[in-house]
């Protein structure tokens, strides 16, 4: 079954880039680019992963970013990205990242996309890997900082398929950017929001309502409503559900209490995703072996996953033919 899993080509849509900066590169970056982390080795890096909730692995995760400084760091994040996805067998990719953490530190929105983008460029080239950019909005931050960035996205219009929604879920409600979400609709990009990682479903509805979204990053906390379950059935949102990352920040207890398998049988659009792998042990095909080891996923269970995550990508439906 794992050898199944691995061979198996498989699409990825909830990728934060800057979760996937391994900590040799932070470690290899920190030192190319003079900046101090609080770390004296790689593994007093991996100790420090040992979260408790959403925020405390938030702390780290900006704190880690602070190392990406100049386009070649960009490129190398995404580079060491780009072959885990050869590893994983990842065909497609759609990634997030999040401007705010940089262009607040000072740096260009024109040196994180740039960066980005070549190296996808480059694995089109190389591995054929298809993959298109999410830019996600700080929720923790305010509506004007979010309208700053939009604006400073679109003479890059041409590289950023779509705008998200990410950071501290609880007391950042969707309804927050209604305006933003409004703007980037009219300017034609794709909307998604993480909703229902943490905070109830409430900020399921606002998100599907308020920022009319096309998917929902997690939306694990569904199954509290009856009135969502149905409705996600009946208009088959796509859920883009991240195992290893509920269980590294408590969402779950433990493997055998994520109900990814209820929601599947019950007819969702769900999806398997890897978040911010390089903090949560490990990249996509773990998370489908820890589903199948925990939670007596089956063969056609992941097929359909997998299906799930073609179907709900954002490709034009002629690349999607030849997917599937
Ligand atoms: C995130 Cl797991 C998760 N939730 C919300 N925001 C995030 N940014 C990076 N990973
Ligand atoms: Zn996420």
Redesign the pocket.
């Known amino acids: 079954m794992i050898e199944f899993i691995k061979q198996l080509p498989k699409a990825e849509l909830h990728l ?1 880039i ?2 996937s900066l391994e900590p040799e590169l932070m470690f290899k970056l920190s030192r190319r680019n003079n900046i101090e982390i609080p770390y004296k080795t790689i593994d007093d890096i991996k100790k420090a992963y040992n979260f408790t909730s ?1 925020q405390s ?2 702390d780290i ?1 900006y704190a880690g970013a602070k190392v990406l400084i100049h386009k070649q760091d960009f490129y190398d994040l995404t580079w060491d990205y780009v072959l885990k996805c050869v590893e994983n067998n990842i065909v497609h990719t759609e990634i ?1 990242f ?1 401007p705010q953490t940089h262009t607040h530190r000072g740096i260009e929105f024109k040196t994180i996309i740039e960066g980005i983008q070549e190296a996808l460029n480059d694995a089109k080239e190389k591995f054929g890997i298809t993959s298109a950019i999410i830019m ?1 909005f700080l929720r923790h931050l305010d509506q004007e900082d979010a309208l700053k960035t939009l604006n400073q996205a679109l003479e890059y219009k041409k590289y950023i398929l779509g705008v998200g929604l ?4 609880l007391g950042n409600p969707p309804s927050k950017f209604e305006e933003v979400f409004k703007k980037a609709k009219e300017k034609g990009f794709k909307l998604v929001a ?1 909703a229902g ?1 943490e905070a109830d479903v409430s900020y399921i509805f606002e998100a599907l309502d308020i920022l009319s979204i096309q998917r929902i990053d ?1 939306g694990v906390q569904s199954y509290k409503s009856d009135e969502l379950m149905q409705r996600l059935k009946k208009e088959q949102i796509p859920l883009t559900v ?1 195992p290893n ?1 509920n269980i590294e ?1 408590k969402v779950f207890e433990n493997y055998s209490q994520h109900n990814i398998k209820k929601l599947l049988d019950y007819d969702l659009n769900v999806t398997v995703n890897s ?2 792998p390089s903090y949560f042990k490990g990249y996509l095909n773990q998370n489908f072996i820890n589903l199948y080891e925990n939670l007596d996923i089956s063969e056609e269970d992941i097929i359909k996953l997998i299906k799930n995550s073609f179907n709900s990508s954002f490709i034009s439906e002629s690349l999607k033919k030849q997917y599937i």
């Open positions: 934060h800057e979760g959403l692995f938030l995760y997030f999040d996600c990410d950071s501290s879920e993480h990682e997690h991240c990352s920040l978040d911010d």
